[in-house]
């Protein structure tokens, strides 16, 4: 008898654990706690007093349904996130800016002022949704700008979910009853944040920097590219939200008519050029030099500083640019590009699918609804105003805005994009053939096979260089040929977290790698501090060398490439050979 309630009280430990593991990996409420604590704690003195085993059967099953319940009843609350986590240092003083006049918040040690949600534009809801940007109406007093906004509508992940990814794909997973709430999602998106130095300055270096996430998902306060790091190095540093999915990226005819620039299916884009509008006119006020712009992204963000390098909108709004893993310069992108007819032809496809005629009719119908349209609207285009032609045609004929290039790539981009359709002996040729088609047999030569391993890593390095990193080496010609100083790097630090997968450089170039991580070593925290003085330079001159940083030399023909890893110094692109059946591919006509 002993024996049996010892085994039942160490499996209903186990079972409590998982309650409370799932209650925090969903980030309910100190409520839902409480609530689960005592439905455990009253079964457990129920059983003694039930009899029969099917009694106690019945019991439990009532007790898992209630604590189910309980998951999704008492699940965080929507709020917006604070500037400033933790405990902050206070209030800044007054900005004016031409909306209005806000305050921010500091940091805890004082070191880095924040002003989160900042109206640049118009809530783009009802007759705007789907309308270039219109100016934010001004407000009376001093508006406090110590959260960020909403971020934009895009598909969610439950908590649970996201929970996991932190766990198994960041390692960053941190038990907290301070993020018991989920984070708001809207259509009035168009808000941006400005991290500064603490105290008076002047003239400093603006960056701005647009978040990646396919341009359907993403935020404007991960921590990985917070613009605290820069700041704390003398940058002023400005990030934005900006209009994802079908909101940004729809097109029809109807809408190409209804505006008076002829303009559809780059909402986004123009969200972001009108978010460089107000740095121009603003961010003077908060001791930054509208001179001294520059633009940066990665992945989906990288692809849009890319695309507004080339447009004519954005002329003017910034002098340099950094790309991280994507451009769309490649005569053919690999992604987040198409054109005006295929874009259309989502954009009908979208009408049929939600039972409409019209755009009219698109507009009453609930954004929680339109969300799920964002697998097939969520691609730039070139639409005859914000684009006039493709970017590879803008650079072959020496049109562009930037006067110098910070630009690179990871040393294993693809993994988290093929981790459930990875290759193996089996389907290896199978999938070369089927992308390469004519050139497949070229391609297998350079990549042989014979194990299962070789196939998984050949097949990881070819992806990488499709989707992300053929695009850099076309920008670093087009670079070449239109006289741009360019300096490209190739990132190859492993680590506790992501290491080189995609997106794994940027919490070592804006400096954001946290003090208390053991995910990060010395040797990460060293590298980070030399990749970030390079961009801190670069964001300055246009020149990322500087006094007792190895030389970083510009990138003649894309060949040779600046690795930032355990080692720093030039490395040939392991890609140069693929790049050339790449090029003789797309150059094939359709």
Same mark, same amino acid.
């Given at each position: 008898m002993r024996k049996n309630k010892t085994g039942f009280c160490i499996l209903y430990g186990l079972f409590s654990l998982l309650v409370f593991a799932l209650l925090e990996l969903n980030r309910n409420r100190i409520a839902g706690w409480i609530v689960a604590a005592v439905l455990l704690a009253e079964y457990f003195l129920l059983r003694k007093r039930l009899k029969k085993p099917v009694q106690r059967v019945l019991v439990f099953l009532c007790l898992t349904a209630l604590l189910a319940a309980n998951l999704f009843v008492t699940v965080g609350p929507v709020r917006l996130r604070p500037a400033v986590a933790g405990k902050n240092g206070g209030e800044t003083g007054i900005v004016t800016v031409s909306d209005g006049q806000l305050t921010g918040v500091l940091t805890a040690d004082g070191e880095v002022e924040v002003y989160a949600g900042i109206p640049y534009a118009a809530p783009p809801v009802g007759e705007l949704r789907w309308q270039e940007p219109r100016d934010p109406e001004p407000w009376d007093g001093v508006r406090k700008a110590d959260h960020f906004a909403p971020m934009s509508m895009q598909p969610r992940n439950s908590a649970i979910y996201d929970s996991l990814v932190r766990i198994i794909g960041y390692h960053d997973f941190r038990i907290s009853l301070q993020d018991n709430f989920r984070e708001a999602v809207s259509e009035d998106s168009l808000y941006l944040n400005v991290w500064k130095p603490a105290g008076a300055k002047e003239n400093l270096p603006v960056l701005v920097f647009i978040h990646g996430g396919s341009l359907q998902t993403g935020q404007s306060w991960n921590g990985d590219y917070s613009g605290e790091g820069l700041a704390r190095k003398g940058v002023i540093v400005v990030n934005m939200g900006y209009r994802l999915g079908v909101f940004g990226f729809l097109a029809t005819d109807e809408l190409l008519a209804e505006s008076e620039n002829g303009t559809s299916g780059n909402y986004g884009l123009l969200d972001q050029i009108k978010a460089l509008e107000w740095v121009q006119a603003n961010i003077a006020a908060f001791g930054g030099d509208p001179n001294n712009v520059t633009l940066a992204g990665e992945s989906a963000g990288s692809a849009c500083v890319s695309a507004l390098c080339t447009s004519p909108l954005a002329k003017g709004l910034f002098r340099r640019a950094i790309g991280e893993s994507s451009t769309t310069t490649a005569e053919k992108p690999s992604h987040s590009f198409r054109s005006l007819d295929a874009a259309l032809k989502a954009g009908s496809e979208t009408l049929t699918r939600f039972g409409v005629s019209n755009v009219a009719q698109l507009r009453q119908i609930d954004a929680g609804k339109l969300v799920a349209a964002a697998d097939v609207n969520h691609h730039i285009a070139v639409d005859g105003y914000v684009l006039t032609m493709t970017p590879y045609e803008s650079y072959a004929? #020496? =049109?562009?805005?930037?006067?110098?290039?910070?630009?690179?790539?990871?040393?294993?981009? $693809?993994?988290?994009?093929? /981790?459930?359709?990875?290759?193996?002996?089996?389907?290896?040729?199978?999938?070369?053939?089927?992308?390469?088609?004519?050139?497949?047999?070229?391609?297998?030569?350079?990549?042989? &096979?014979?194990?299962?391993? !070789?196939?998984?890593?050949?097949?990881?390095?070819?992806?990488?260089?499709?989707?992300?990193?053929?695009?850099?080496?076309?920008? &670093?010609?087009?670079?070449? $040929?239109?006289?741009? %100083? &360019?300096? !490209?790097?190739?990132?190859?630090?492993?680590?506790?977290?992501?290491?080189?997968?995609?997106?794994?450089? @940027?919490?070592?170039?804006?400096?954001?790698?946290?003090?208390?991580?053991? =995910?990060?070593? $010395? $040797?990460?925290?060293?590298?980070?501090? +030399?990749?970030?003085?390079?961009?801190?330079?670069?964001?300055?001159?246009?020149?990322?060398?500087?006094? #007792?940083?190895?030389?970083?030399?510009?990138?003649?023909? #894309?060949?040779? /490439? @600046?690795? +930032?890893?355990?080692?720093?110094?030039?490395? !040939?692109?392991?890609? /140069?050979? /693929?790049?050339?059946?790449?090029?003789? @591919?797309? &150059?094939? %006509?359709?």
């Open positions: 004929q #020496g =049109l562009h805005n930037e006067e110098a290039i910070l630009h690179g790539f990871n040393s294993d981009e $693809a993994t988290p994009f093929i /981790l459930f359709e990875q290759a193996n002996l089996k389907n290896y040729e199978q999938k070369v053939r089927k992308f390469f088609g004519e050139y497949a047999d070229e391609v297998l030569a350079l990549y042989p &096979a014979s194990t299962d391993a !070789e196939a998984k890593a050949n097949w990881t390095s070819i992806y990488s260089a499709i989707y992300f990193s053929h695009g850099h080496h076309c920008w &670093a010609e087009q670079a070449l $040929a239109n006289g741009i %100083p &360019a300096y !490209e790097y190739f990132f190859s630090k492993d680590n506790g977290a992501i290491g080189p997968w995609h997106s794994g450089e @940027m919490i070592y170039c804006y400096g954001n790698i946290p003090e208390g991580s053991k =995910l990060y070593d $010395a $040797a990460d925290r060293k590298l980070s501090a +030399l990749f970030s003085d390079y961009f801190v330079n670069f964001i300055s001159t246009g020149d990322p060398n500087g006094p #007792g940083l190895p030389l970083w030399e510009k990138s003649e023909d #894309g060949s040779v /490439l @600046m690795e +930032l890893g355990d080692r720093q110094g030039p490395t !040939e692109d392991p890609y /140069l050979p /693929l790049y050339d059946i790449l090029d003789r @591919m797309y &150059a094939q %006509p359709d």
